[in-house]
């Protein structure tokens, strides 16, 4: 009989990364079809435009971006729209279809390159471009995902300009811990062997915590300018009442306690946004 750490090391070694290309409508619905998506993205609006704006003043023009794993890529567009020139990568190809279909709709023509693939794949595809590095990488909700996530560092260091600035979002796992600990979901947190089933959860399984992000930033010499938390108090109040029920007044509220200590830290996702140390 195989023991448990064997079990274990076989589990690891069978992690792959992940693409939502077999449920990307239930993702956009699931994700981007209500308030939690409102809220996902006035966050990341108000901490990545304006340092973008400052940024491209600084420089004297138009930046270039990557969003790597970019799914709806609805940031990234945004920042096309702007004027901005944007690589948009996702490993699968029905997702961008969805993310094309939406920057068509735009209707201003914006400056962007589309590109299925892993991000192990996209680096050749950039060499063949032969463009230069980036100023901004976004990066969200990609590392809960991925196999091996410290690995993507190396890649953020090849691509993002000495004076460039990453944006990071991922999972929060200890919000998963408070959120169940708030529903009286005992028995589930004493099953350590727990897995969401990920042919229909958006749930990651192997979520990566906030101080091994910051210790991979570290050890490549990033040094962290922004951090926020994405949804700090809505996704906690089973009982909507109040204010709960004043969608613009939630986004009001989340705003503001989104870079407050503590609060961020419960946020069900985490920005942070690093440049390089040179």
Known sequence: MINNENQLIALETERSDRSFDAIADHFEKKVYGGLKGDIRLAVLRRDIFGYVEQLSQTLGRPLRILDVGAGLAQIAIEL?????????????ANMLEKAKVSAEQEGTNPDITWHVCPYQELEAKLA???AGKFDLILCHALLEWLADPAAVMSFFDNQLADEGVLSLCFYNPASFDYRNLIMGN??????????????KSLTPNYPVAKQEVESWLQQHHYQIVLESGLRVFHDYAPLKRGGHNDPEAVIRMEL??????PYKWLGRYLHIMATRQT
């Open 186 to 199: 005992f028995n589930l947190l004493d099953n350590t062997n727990y897995k969401a089933d990920n042919n």
């Open 80 to 92: 096309a729209v702007q004027g901005h020139t944007v690589v948009i990568n996702d490993i699968s």
């Open 128 to 130: 063949k471009d032969d």
């Open 256 to 261: 503001r306690y989104s870079q407050q200590e």
